[in-house]
Nanobody, 121 residues
C-alpha cells in the first residue's frame, strides 16, 4: 500500500554534511511515523532517528546534536539533515514508514531499499 524511496546518499568528507530524503507514495492517508535506520558492513542494523505523526523527534545517542529529522506532511516526505559527519556514519541508510490503511487497522511497515552514505577522512 505504501512505498518508501530514499535519496540523497553519496560520498562526503569527514565534517561535511548530507541531506537524505524519503518519499512515501501509495495509500498515505494514515501515516503513523517515519524513521531512519542504518547498517554498516559487519554490524547490526540500528535505529538512527524517527519522527511521529505529532512531529515528535527521536535520536540515537550517536547522532544526537548532529542530525536533524523533519517531515513535510504535504509532500509525504521525511528528511534527515546530517552534519559533522564522521567515519562512523558510513552505512547504508534505510527509510522505515509505519502506516495504517484505515484508522482502526493494524500498523504496517514499509522499508526503502536504502541509500549509501560514505564518509572519508
Amino acid at each position: 500500500q505504501v512505498q518508501a524511496v530514499e535519496s540523497g546518499g553519496g560520498s562526503v568528507q569527514a565534517g561535511g554534511s548530507l541531506r537524505l530524503s524519503c518519499a512515501a507514495s501509495g495509500a498515505t492517508n494514515y501515516l503513523f511515523d517515519m524513521s531512519w535506520y542504518r547498517q554498516a558492513p559487519g554490524k547490526e542494523r540500528e535505529f538512527v532517528s524517527g519522527i511521529g505523526s505529532d512531529d515528535k523527534e527521536k535520536y540515537s545517542a550517536s547522532v544526537k546534536g548532529r542530525f536533524t529529522i523533519s517531515r513535510d506532511k504535504a509532500k509525504n516526505t521525511m528528511y534527515l539533515q546530517m552534519n559533522s559527519l564522521t567515519l562512523e556514519d558510513t552505512a547504508m541508510y534505510y527509510c522505515r514508514i509505519r502506516y495504517r490503511t484505515c484508522f482502526a487497522c493494524n500498523v504496517a511497515d514499509a522499508w526503502g531499499r536504502g541509500t549509501l552514505v560514505t564518509v572519508s577522512s
